[in-house]
């Protein structure tokens, strides 16, 4: 399966411990994003990686966050301190650049990491 | 990006077909109308995007009004499968980078 891997896919931890993930993004493709999903809610914005740089961040990504891409390949997103607020699902998502304004440019997600703070 | 409105749920028989109408009045000229869907504990999966004219694929078709500003996704013969909360998205597309500004979706109920 080449498309875009989590892991885990769930995690259960206590309030105050740290948490991290990991995505494996499609290889050719050097964008990634991160969502967060919360129940009956569509997936919001994170953070988005253009191959190692990260461009933007969403004002959701508290300073108890933080996501890194040391190589340009997979990602990591931390969770430091977690609170019961952070129990969601973390998507990852990727896609290919997008040159000359082409609208070829959709995403592709991962299956998420589900988290549940105690 | 524009902000879109969809009714929070359908109904739909199976091997009929699946019409799912977005709001879109605010869309710029710019701005491409994207639908994704996601299934029940699976990432949001892209289905079909276009700018002005209607476009279809293997999976849908996407009808967008001449003025731009509803669209309906069309998924002619609709399968239990396709039980899913379908996202109507409209984003600009420019050789930056983007994020994707989901609603909270049509939640569609395909029933035998």
């Known amino acids: 399966d080449t498309g875009v891997s989590q892991d885990p896919r769930h995690k259960i931890t206590k309030r105050g411990q740290n948490v991290t993930f990991r995505c494996d993004p499609i290889s050719e493709h050097n964008r990634l994003y991160w969502y967060r999903q919360t129940l009956g809610q569509g997936p919001e914005f994170l953070t988005y990686?253009?191959?190692?740089?990260?461009?933007?961040k969403s004002r959701l990504l508290s300073d108890r966050f933080s996501a890194e891409r040391p190589k340009g390949s997979f990602s990591t997103l931390e969770i430091q301190r977690t609170e019961q607020g952070d129990s969601a699902m973390y998507l990852c998502?990727?896609?290919?650049?997008?040159?000359?304004?082409?609208?070829?440019?959709?995403?592709?997600f991962g299956p998420g990491t589900r988290l549940t703070v105690l | 990006d524009a902000k879109t409105t969809q009714p929070p749920s359908m109904d739909c028989a199976e091997g009929r077909a699946a019409n799912l109408p977005c709001n879109h009045s605010t869309i710029s000229g710019n701005e491409y109308v994207y639908w994704y869907r996601q299934i029940h504990s699976q990432g949001p999966q892209y289905i079909i995007h276009g700018l002005k004219n209607n476009e279809t694929n293997e999976m849908a078709s996407l009808i967008i009004t001449e003025d731009r500003k509803s669209s309906t996704l069309i998924l002619p013969h609709a399968t239990l499968r396709d039980t899913a909360v379908y996202y109507c998205i409209v984003r600009v597309v420019y050789t930056g980078g983007f994020k994707t500004i989901f609603g909270a979706g049509t939640r569609l109920f395909v029933k035998a």
């Open positions: 990686f253009q191959n190692e740089a990260q461009l933007e």
């Open positions: 998502a990727s896609s290919l650049p997008n040159y000359g304004g082409s609208s070829n440019n959709e995403q592709f």
